[in-house]
């Protein structure tokens, strides 16, 4: 038996046959196209939750008539995308199949976050509430701590943390016994998910609004470091998790495999999911100079026929 960084301790040698027994009866059908359409978990919290984000934005919404339509879209996209990756039959496999739990973290990393991140909900909370609670809201907002917490240093550097301390520390192990500790871990890879993306989008008060070649480095220096979490899982010789190692599944790729397209799943898919946002930047920055240009011409037409004179009266 071994475990995140070798062999595993005698003790959690002993409790395999008690795992086994726990698991066995909690394993989902083989997987096959009918189990992903069919193995729908019962998950209340995600629901609830869900629900609730989605009335609290339509609510704020409605109080602001001219609030961009195309960001509600992208909210209610984010919160589909979390649905997915949370309460459908993807998640009826998170804790059997690594390959599988990675792609659900991705999708709340690159795709939930970023979405929900593009719905810019602190503007619109400040827009539909009153001038009292905008004002504190305001305040909070611009505080030193969250001042801390939303600048693209911090928040690159929490994403990166993040997601190193929870595959390599016995974090992951324990998300995948506990339920309670699942939930947190899903929580905290939406929180940094969408922190990260907080300063590229720069659509809410608060967040450092980087300039459009800051958004690529800053993309581009995050690239390296997920293709590295990727790789190292990739190349690791031994099943890193004891979880995946105990449920002795009668189906399905070995742990060893599904673990080494766990790796390249975080190393290719991940850095991939990265191309969309890098190349949006881009995009976007063609933009902003096409409109700049446009101001310019502008104002240089407006000035050149301020300086004209005027016409000679017609005889």
């Known amino acids: 038996m071994t475990g995140p960084f070798g062999p595993a301790q005698d003790s959690k040698e002993r409790t395999v046959t008690h795992l086994l027994l726990a698991h066995a009866e909690g394993l989902p059908p083989p997987l096959s196209i009918h189990s992903l359409l069919t193995a729908w978990p019962l998950v209340p919290g995600v629901y609830l939750g869900l629900i609730l984000a989605a009335a609290a934005y339509a609510y704020a919404y409605r109080r602001v008539p001219r609030f961009q339509a195309w960001r509600a879209y992208c909210w209610l996209a984010g919160l589909l995308v979390a649905f997915v990756a949370l309460a459908s039959p993807l998640a009826a496999y998170d804790d059997t199949l690594f390959s599988l739990h990675m792609v659900q973290h991705l999708l709340l990393?690159?795709?939930?976050?970023?979405?929900?991140?593009?719905?810019?909900?602190?503007?619109?909370a400040m827009r539909a509430s009153s001038v009292s609670v905008r004002g504190r809201l305001i305040k909070v907002m611009h505080s030193a701590p969250l001042s801390v917490v939303g600048h693209?240093?911090?928040?690159?550097?929490?994403?990166?943390?993040?997601?190193?301390?929870?595959?390599?520390?016995?974090?992951?192990?324990?998300?995948?016994?506990s339920n309670s500790v699942h939930v947190f871990e899903h929580a905290?890879?939406?929180?940094?998910?969408?922190?990260?993306?907080?300063?590229?989008?720069?659509?809410?008060?608060?967040?450092?609004?980087?300039?459009?070649p800051a958004r690529l480095v800053y993309i581009m220096l995050a690239m390296p470091q997920q293709a590295a979490l990727g790789l190292v899982i990739y190349s690791a010789s031994h099943i890193l998790y004891a979880h995946y190692a105990t449920l002795d599944l009668p189906w399905g790729p070995g742990p060893l495999i599904d673990q080494d397209y766990a790796g390249q799943i975080m190393w290719i898919g991940g850095n991939f999911m990265m191309l969309f946002p890098f190349v949006s930047v881009i995009f976007a920055w063609m933009r902003?100079?096409?409109?700049?240009?446009?101001?310019?011409?502008?104002?240089?037409d407006a000035a050149r026929a301020a300086q004209e004179p005027e016409g000679r009266p017609a005889s």
């Open 109 to 124: 990393v690159m795709v939930a976050a970023p979405l929900l991140v593009l719905g810019a909900p602190v503007a619109l």
């Open 152 to 177: 693209p240093v911090f928040t690159w550097l929490f994403f990166g943390v993040v997601m190193w301390v929870t595959h390599f520390t016995s974090f992951y192990n324990a998300a995948l016994e």
């Open 188 to 212: 905290v890879y939406l929180i940094a998910g969408f922190l990260f993306w907080w300063p590229v989008v720069g659509a809410d008060p608060g967040a450092h609004r980087l300039k459009h």
């Open 288 to 300: 902003h100079d096409e409109r700049a240009a446009v101001r310019l011409d502008r104002r240089l």
